[in-house]
DNA sequence: GCCGTTTTCGGCCCGACTGTTTTCAGTCG
C-alpha cells in the first residue's frame, strides 16, 4: 500500500463511520478527499510535511481534513478518528465487503446486536438474529449469510489471466444470442490492466430483459447478485460480473464511459466542456446554446454516442486504444496527432525465454519446440536455468551440463521446422554478478539474465551491471515481482533502460499474467528512454505459448511499437541484434 | 466538511436495483 492508498483509507474510514451515525454531507466530503488523495500524482505525506497549506493542491481537502492528514503523518494516528472508532468499534472495512452491508447497515446492526466483527455478523445471521432488527428481513439476513464467505476471500483484485478469459467467456456466451446487437468487454478489463476489481459487459439491444435473462443462465455464475431489465450483476468464482444493457443508439458512449479510465474520462469531459460540449454515458452534446447544461443528461444537439470513434471524433480526436486510456498523455498525443501505432497481437514472431525438463519444464526441447511450431512462431530460443542465487532444489543446470544440453539443443533443430537458439536464463546476484561462467554464455545464442533472490530494495545497481554484461541478451522479468504476492525489487527504469539502449540489452516483458514484468507505466518509461524490449511468455509447457497476448497488451499500455520489440523482428533481424 | 460565490452561507451526482416499506432507505457503480 502507498503512503497515499495508506492515508486515503483512514479518510475512507473517517467517512463510513460519520455515516453509520447517520452524520450528512460530511462523508461526501471526507470520500471526495479520500478519492483525491489516492489519485494525487505525488507524495501526499511529502507534501503534508511542508504543513496545512502546502494540501491545498488537492481537490476536496480544505483547512479541517488538511489539519487531520499532518497529524497521522506526523503521529500516526488521528485523534478524532480514534475517538469514532471508539463510539464505533467495529471492523468497518471487513463488514462493508459483504456484499449489500454497508456503513449505515453496520451502524444499525452494532447498535441493535453489537456486531463488530465479520465472525460475529455471520453468527447472528445463522441464529435469525437480523431478521427481527427493525428494517429488515429473512432475505437480507439470508443474503448476509451467503455474501460472508465471498467477503472473506475476495480480498484481492483478480490476476488479467484469470479475469480475461472468465470475461471473454461470458462474451462470447451472450454474442450468439439474436437480441444482441453489439457487445463488448469495458472497464480495466478492456484495458488489459494487470488486475481487475470486476468484470464489465456492455450489450447493445432492444430486449434488455431477454438478455439479462440469458446473463444470470450463463453456467461461469454461481449466483445471482441482482437482475433487473437494465444491468445484473453475477458472482462467478472470486469476482463480480457486471451486465449493462444499452440502447444501440448509445452503445458507443457507454462503451466509452464504462472503459475508462476514470482520469482518461475526467480529462477527456473537460476537453468537451472546453469546447460547450459535454460528454457522458449518453453521447456528445453541443450545449452552446443551452442555458444550463447540467438540468438534463442529455441537453443539447446530440452529435455523437452511436459509435465510440465517433465520441473521439466529436472532440477532434482519433479512436484511441483502450489500453492508452489511463491519462498518461494519451489525450494531449491524440490532439497533437502523436498517438503511437501500438504493436498487435500477430506482429510476435518468436519466443525468446523458454524451459524444458532439463530445468524446472514439464517437456523436452522437442516437445518445446515442436509446440512452439504448432503455436505459429518463427523461432524458438531455450534458455532453462541455470544454477546460482535462487535456484535451489536442484533446478538450475550446470554450466558443464549446459554443454551437453546445447549438442541436444542443435540436434533438435536440424529436425525442427523454426530455427532453434541455445541459450541459458542466468541468475544475476545482488552484486550484478552472472550465474553462469564467460566461456560457456559466448557459446549461447541468447543469454537471459534475470533475479530470482534477494528481490528487495534497490535493484538498479545491479540490473544496470547485467545490462553491461556483453554476453547478456536480455534482461528478464526485471522486477522479479508476483502480482498479488511481493512487489520486487524498487528499480528506477529511467536509468536501467537508458543502460539498456547504450548496451543493446533488451528489458523483457514477462507474459506470465502472475508477472507482468515490466509492466505498463515501466515499460512507457523504458520506450521513452529508447529501450528494446523483448516479449517472452517463460513458458514450462507448450500450452503458454499463448500468454504471449497479455505480454503484447501489456506492451500496449506502454505505448510500444513494433519496431520497439526485439521478438517482432525476422529472424535475421534477431541474429543481428544478438551478434 | 468543502466549495464557490448571487462571496462567509447554502447546497452538495445520480440512476438502477433490492428489500422492506405502503412511499422509501440503503447499497452500488
Do not use: C
Not at 456466451?173 to 469495458?186: C, F, K, S, T
Not at 491524440?334 to 532439463?358: C, F, K, Q, S
Amino acid at each position: 500500500m502507498s503512503a497515499n492508498d495508506d492515508i486515503a483509507a483512514r479518510l475512507e474510514e473517517f467517512a463510513d463511520l460519520l455515516e453509520a451515525q447517520d452524520v450528512d454531507y460530511k462523508p461526501r466530503a471526507y470520500r471526495r478527499a479520500a478519492e483525491n488523495v489516492r489519485a494525487h500524482p505525488g507524495d501526499v505525506a511529502r507534501l503534508a510535511h511542508g504543513g496545512e497549506d502546502a494540501l491545498d493542491e488537492i481537490e476536496g481537502v480544505g483547512d479541517a481534513i488538511a489539519s487531520k492528514i499532518v497529524e497521522y503523518v506526523e503521529t500516526g494516528e488521528i485523534a478524532e478518528l480514534e475517538d469514532l472508532r471508539e463510539e464505533l468499534p467495529v471492523e468497518m472495512g471487513e463488514l462493508t465487503r459483504v456484499e449489500g452491508v454497508g456503513p449505515k447497515t453496520v451502524g444499525t446492526l452494532y447498535e441493535a446486536l453489537g456486531i463488530t466483527t465479520l465472525e460475529e455478523l455471520e453468527a447472528a445471521a445463522a441464529a435469525g438474529e437480523i431478521q427481527e432488527v427493525s428494517g429488515f428481513g429473512a432475505k437480507t439476513e439470508q443474503n448476509i449469510l451467503e455474501n460472508v464467505e465471498f467477503a472473506r476471500e475476495a480480498t484481492e483484485r483478480e490476476l488479467l489471466g484469470e479475469a480475461r478469459p472468465r470475461g471473454e467467456g461470458v462474451v462470447d456466451y451472450l454474442a450468439g444470442r439474436p437480441e444482441v446487437e453489439r457487445i463488448d468487454l469495458a472497464g480495466s478489463l478492456r484495458r488489459w490492466k494487470e488486475t481487475i476489481g470486476d468484470v464489465d459487459v456492455l450489450v447493445a439491444t432492444e430486449e434488455g430483459e431477454a438478455v439479462v435473462d440469458a446473463f444470470t443462465d450463463w453456467p461461469g455464475a454461481d449466483a445471482v447478485i441482482e437482475a433487473g431489465d437494465q444491468k445484473a450483476s453475477v458472482r462467478s468464482g472470486e469476482v463480480r460480473v457486471d451486465l449493462r444493457v444499452v440502447d444501440p443508439s448509445e452503445f458507443g458512449s457507454a462503451l466509452q464511459y464504462f472503459t475508462g479510465s476514470k482520469d482518461h474520462n475526467v480529462k477527456i469531459r473537460n476537453v468537451a466542456i472546453d469546447r460547450d460540449l459535454k460528454m457522458n454515458e449518453y453521447g456528445v452534446f453541443d450545449v452552446s446554446d443551452v442555458e444550463d447544461p447540467d438540468a438534463d443528461q442529455r441537453a443539447g444537439e446530440r452529435i455523437a454516442g452511436e459509435t465510440e470513434e465517433g465520441m473521439y471524433e466529436a472532440l477532434d480526436m482519433p479512436w484511441m486504444p483502450p489500453e492508452l486510456r489511463e491519462n498518461w498523455g494519451e489525450i494531449e498525443a491524440a490532439r497533437d496527432g502523436d498517438l503511437p501505432d501500438l504493436i498487435d497481437e500477430g506482429d510476435v514472431r518468436g519466443d525468446l525465454h523458454v524451459h524444458t525438463n532439463w530445468s524446472d519444464g514439464d517437456y523436452t526441447v522437442a516437445e518445446m519446440v515442436e509446440g512452439a511450431a504448432s503455436f505459429g512462431h518463427d523461432y524458438l530460443a531455450i534458455t532453462d536455468h541455470a544454477t546460482g542465487p535462487g535456484m535451489v532444489g536442484g533446478v538450475g543446470v550446470p554450466d558443464d551440463e549446459l554443454r551437453e544440453q546445447i549438442e541436444e539443443v542443435r540436434a533438435v533443430a536440424e529436425e525442427a521446422d523454426i530455427p532453434v537458439f541455445t541459450g541459458v536464463e542466468a541468475n544475476i546476484s545482488t552484486d550484478g554478478e552472472i550465474s553462469v561462467d564467460d566461456d560457456v554464455l559466448t557459446e549461447l545464442d541468447v543469454v537471459v539474465a534475470s533475479p530470482h533472490a534477494g528481490l528487495d530494495g534497490d535493484g538498479t545497481d545491479r540490473l544496470v551491471a547485467a545490462v553491461e554484461h556483453p554476453e547478456v541478451d536480455i534482461i528478464g522479468h526485471p522486477t522479479g515481482r508476483y502480482i498479488n504476492q511481493r512487489s520486487g525489487l524498487d528499480v528506477d527504469v529511467e536509468r536501467l533502460a537508458e543502460a539498456a539502449a547504450d548496451n543493446d540489452t533488451a528489458l523483457e516483458i514477462n507474459a506470465n499474467p502472475a508477472r507482468l514484468d515490466l509492466g505498463g507505466g515501466a515499460v512507457k518509461t523504458a520506450v521513452e528512454a529508447g529501450a528494446t524490449i523483448a516479449i517472452n511468455t517463460d513458458a514450462h509447457q507448450p500450452a503458454s505459448y499463448d500468454l504471449v497476448r497479455y505480454g503484447v497488451h501489456t506492451a500496449r499500455r506502454g505505448w510500444a511499437e513494433e519496431t520497439d520489440v526485439l521478438n517482432t523482428r525476422d529472424v535475421e533481424g534477431l541474429r543481428e541484434f544478438l551478434e
